[in-house]
């Protein structure tokens, strides 16, 4: 790989990154409010009576999706160490997008 392409794949993948890292954080606020929101709203109806809550089968689900996150994270560091250059300015662009945007 010539120095001119390394610097094309890894300025694509850094705007790429800037862009999902963006619409992640942006997409991430508002999903947030919403299970606020309806978290909320199934507490308040517990508290009140008219419905019950099985907190073991919400600890069963919260734990499924904690484990399919850390694979996720696994699979995309294999990745990440396959495609260090254009993955490593994908990855600083990211971050830079969701913390400082």
């Known amino acids: 790989m010539e120095i001119n392409d390394l610097g094309l794949t890894m300025g694509f993948s850094a705007i790429v990154g800037y862009t999902m890292g963006f619409a992640a954080k942006k997409s991430l606020k508002i999903l947030m409010f919403v299970a606020g929101l309806f978290l909320t709203g199934l507490f308040g109806l517990a508290w009140v009576g008219l419905i019950q809550i099985d907190m073991d089968g919400l600890r069963n689900a919260f734990e499924t999706l904690q484990a399919a996150a850390r694979?996720?994270?696994?699979?995309?560091?294999?990745w990440l160490v396959g495609q260090l250059p254009s993955?490593?300015?994908?990855?600083?662009?990211?971050?830079a997008a969701f913390k400082f945007h």
């Open 87 to 95: 993955a490593g300015s994908f990855t600083a662009a990211f971050v």
């Open 71 to 78: 694979e996720g994270a696994n699979a995309y560091l294999g």
